[in-house]
């Protein structure tokens, strides 16, 4: 029986193709074989805790810059993360998700990072689904935004933007919690 089906949803597939394959390797295909509703808008509030300090750092430097490029802006290191997701400030609130990639210091002038990262959640129906984020972050604005380039899971086709602001940084430490508010549409 599942053979049968998967036979089906095969032709299906390959009935949806309108027209012949162009340059033989792409084709058009309708969106409602692959499950495709009407796009909706969500947004989540979540609060990204950066750990530099402790015995167990969610924020890693991974690359330092050459001892010959002394800028003040710390241009050129980059850092690994996997940065607890949690519903409110604290860090003991409800866990929802981990921030999962790197920034890298990429202004010569002032604290700007790029940030390319995933929010992989893990409750309730977004278990499993990522969001994309990836872009430049002023670090000293109140407010910076950047663009969500895609998403998996729940999450494909994903696009929309976040806004993050400061909600503390030690500056002993280098520990931060961002407050980022995601606007995504989706599918």
Known sequence: MAALFYIFTISLLFS??????????????DAKVLGFRKEKLTHFRVYWHDILSGQKPTSIQIVKPPSSVLASSGFGIVSMIDNPLTVGPELKSKLVGRAQGFYALASQEELGLLMTMNFVFDEGKYNGSTITVMGRNAVLNKVREMPVIGGSGLFRFARGYVEARTHTFDLKTGDATVEYNVYVLHY
């Open 16 to 29: 949806s193709v309108s027209g012949k394959l162009q340059d033989d390797f792409a084709a058009e295909i």
